[in-house]
Every structure is written in structure tokens, then in C-alpha cells.
């Protein structure tokens, strides 16, 4: 057995509680195995039904555990499942398999090979490197029925799934036992955090998005969705460990090159110039040069080298990473649609909003390198969860951005995309012709925060008063800190709470002070302290508002994760319709699904008053 999965079980963590931790979604196959082969009752999804060339598979669960198992009906007698492990016959002719990630690999390959065109995994489907909205997960994975329910009503594929790795999700999960995880600095908590904090890994995530499509039958509308591994970082210190990156994300179909790993330690030489003639293939500097300037930019020739010398690096190992990709997919996968994925590449790193020139020569040397770039991501001055204040300025921006993108047939990729107004959007979808991609994330712990505030239920009150005082102890002892940054924004999230709420802001005389006009506020998820400070609570060892609580992987952060598995279905309904709404929402205002198609799907909505009606209500 794994150490992953012997931790779990030890420590009793089981799937259905705390899933995706494991990369596995079987944690105790002899278990579940003679469950089965006794007759015991376990959950048969019915609309996960799928053909292969060795016969129909049906994913079926153990409810208690959340153990899942894939049952073979062989197309004939002998049928082989190629590639499918640990395999166990059934009386009446069946195979039952664990639902093991080396398993999803192998249904991978036969799915694909039987139909290239299957929307059971994720895919690179043309449609989806040109508009789609990055749905990311900061948090938890409880909001995926909602996203495939929305891509149903809406009849668009987006990016259903979406996280930066290693920073959200645990790359390796023996590195996380062996306490080997890096921590990332947040200097608005004054802290560094272990990174994935969000407690799943990779590899548990990629398993358990494709579980969630067949459970609920969605892979039967066929629409095409994608996996974006975001913000994968490039060079620096990542360098010793981008094998193991490489493996993890061998399921998404979509990968964000990040750069600023390497470009943070890049010295450029003081004679730049003279640093490109050495370093940097001279036909590829005219290639590039004569792009931009047949797109009718004018370079400015030192600071065209000084960008050379500068990005070079990291474009280097860009390509070599990009390489690897490629080579892990041509290794483990057998088709063409299996091994295909789309590439947006970061620059909203690099330093300052970003030129018109400097996206050209990005794109430029991509394309010199045999690099298709999807999107590129600019810098447009976005703040997270902040709309941009002047929609002219911003249609200005995004225009001399499209100019140079639309010749490179990229879209473009506007990251800290959450909390824009409906006007910012409308811009952004105008300006491109919707071939675009909006990244929300942290939009959807939010909505969680709202949808336990509403529901009725005892556990699921007693679930977000814990939670919002949280971020209340958080936001005094920021108040009061000794470190600036997080003095700051501490005190900038509190005023913004007590001014909207109509209150005096002079509040920071003592601690007791602050404590007594926060205390004096009624507790709601629209308060800015605990919209700031909320995701961490998810891992939080005993849901200590302390810094050294955050992102723990001991069994204490996953049983405080628990808690939010174990909401009530009328949270989940809250959730979901939130989810859908404000996909339905970004859609409509970018111009990815018409105006009457989102009326449709917003009446739709409204009208579920039963989680099971609405999961029955994504496909038939
Ligand atoms: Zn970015």
C-alpha cells in the first residue's frame, strides 16, 4: 500500500470526508473488494456507464468510505481491459477494478482509443484554447456539480478545473509526508504558508474532477472541458523538483507557463547587447525583430536587448520544461486527443503593465520556438476582487494588447480575474470577440461563506461562526502586528468592513478598541476581513486563527477540511445555484453564451428547490 493511502486510513481520512488527497480515489481495495464480491449495497452510478473496446465500464462507491471501483462488463468473453491492474472477477462475468490512478490512466487510453471524441477527461479541444473561464479552487473541490451544470445549461466547455501548482495543491504527496513540502510567503498575513494549503494533491484533484463528470452523468452531453495546471512555475528553485511538477499534472490538458521564478533571479548584464550575440540564436533575434516590426511596432532597439537578456533564461528553460510536458504525455498516453494540451503563457509577473511590444516579442520568441501560445496574460493593472475603475481606460488597454495577440492567433488571458464588474467584463469580451479567458478562483470560497450564512442548518451555523471568527482573530492580531505589510491590510480590510457597515473607522487606539467595533458588527461573508482571510481556514490544524496553524498537513488540518465535506445538502443547493449563477453571470457579460441562453439557464436555476434534482438536472 502507499504511505499516502496507509496514512489516511490510519488516521481514519477517508474519501468521502476528505477527498482528492490521495492520487488514488481507492484507499483500501481489499476492503471494497470483498464488499463487492459479498453483495454488499454500495452505490452503483448508473449515468457513468461508458463503452470501450473491452466493454462497458460503471464507476460504482462504497458510501461509507468513498472507496471507488470501476465494474467491467466485457465485450465478450476473455475481453481484455488494457493496462487495468489488481482486476477482481465477479460471479456473474463482470471485472471489478480499484479506482487507482494508474487505473484512470489505463480508462484514459481505452476511452480515447474507442472515441477521440469522449468528454469523460479533459481535453484540448480547439474551442477551448480560444474562450473559456478558468474556474479555479482556492479551497475545496465541492463546487464542481455546480460548474457542470452550468457548462450543460449554458452548452459551453470551459476550464472546469483549475489550480497553481505547487502553491494551492500538494505536488507530491511524499514529499507532504516527508514534511519536503516549500512554504509561499503572504505578506498580507505576515507569514509563509506550506504550500498546498488547500490540502489535495495534484493528482487527487485530476482524479477526482473526471469521478465528478461521470457521477453526475455530464460527460454524456458532450462537451469538451479542459484542466489548467496554473501558474506552473518556472526556473529558480523550482528547477530541482520539475520532474516530479512534469508527473503530477500529466492529466491537465492545459498548461500556464509562469516565469517569474527565474526572471526574480536573473541579473541582466550590463552590456545586454553584447550578452544576446553570445546567448541567444542570432537568426532567432531577426526572426523576432522582423515579427514585431511587420505588426507596425517600433522597437526600441536597447530596450528590445535589455528584454532579450533579460527573459532569455527563463524562455530557455520554458522550452525545455515544455518538452518534458510533452514527452510525460507521449510516455503514459496512446492517442493524439490524450497526449494534446493548450499552453497560455504569464507575463503579468514581469515588472509594470505590460507593452504592446513586450507581449509581441514574448509571442514572437514563442513562436521561434515552436511554442503555439493559447493565451498570453498580460498585466492590466487588475487588483483581485477589485473591479477596474475606468472602462475606458481599460477598453483603451485591452485594445493595444488585442492588436498584437489577434496576429498571433492567442487569446488573451486576464488573470486576478475575479470580482470585475459586469462592465469590466463586457469590455474585456467586446474588445477580443470573447476570445478570451477569465481566471476566478477565490470567487468561490465567497460563495460557500454565503451559502452556510443562509443555510438553516444547526452544523452548517455553527460551521460559519467558527469560520468567521477566524477571521476575525486574524484580522485583530494583523491590526496590531509588528510587521508593516500586514499591519496594513489588516487595518485596510477592517476600515472597509466598518465603513460600509456605516460605523466610525478611528478604531485602532488599542486592540480592545478594534475588538469591541469589529465584535459590535453583525458577522456577514460581504465583510472584507473575512473575504481576505478565509481560504486558509480550510486547513487550518483545529481551526486555530494562529499563523503556525495554516496549511497543516497532519491528520488535524484534514479533519478541520472535513468540515466543509460534511455540509448539509441545503448548503450544498445554496452553493451550487451561488456557483452557477456567477458562471452564468461571467458567460453572459464576456459574450461566451448568448443573452437568451443565459435567461434560459438563470430561470432554470432559480427553480431547483433539491440538490438531487439539481445534480439529475445535468444531464439526463
Ligand atoms: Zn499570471
Redesign the pocket.
Known sequence: MSPINSFLLQNNLRIAHNPCVSPDFCLDWPGLRSKVQAGAALTVYAKSRFETAAGFFTLIEDPATGDCAWRLEPARAGAVADGMTEGASLPDGATVFPASFANLLALKNLAQAFNPATTIFPTAAPRLGQGTLGIGARFTTLHWPAVEWAMSALEIGVTANQNSIPRELVYDVNAMLDGRLDSVPFPFIGTNVPEGHQGQSVEGMSHGCILSKLKTGFHRRGIAWSFNA??QPIGGKFDSREDQLVEGCVLASYI?F?L?PELAQTKVADDAAGWVKAHVPADLVAKVRARVAGLGLTLNEAEFTRLLAYVWPSMQKMKRRDEKYAAARARLFTTEVGRAYLREL????LPGLTTPETTAIMLALCEGLGMKIHFV?P?FGFQKNMPYPDNAALRGLIEKQWAVCRQFESSI?F??GSGKSAENYQVMGEVTGSRLEI?TSGRYTYEMGRAVFASRNAADQALWRDWYTFTVELALKGAFSADATEQKMARIFITDALEKSGRPVDVFASEATARAAIEALAPSPEHMFWFEYNFLYVLAGGGRAEKAALGDHSPAGYRQRARFYSVSDEARLNYAKLVAGYIIFLAENTGLASKPRCAGAAKLLAGYTSMDAFLGGISN
Open positions: 496554473d501558474h500556464t509562469d517569474s504569464s507575463i503579468d509577473e496574460a498585466a488571458g488573470h486576478s481566471k
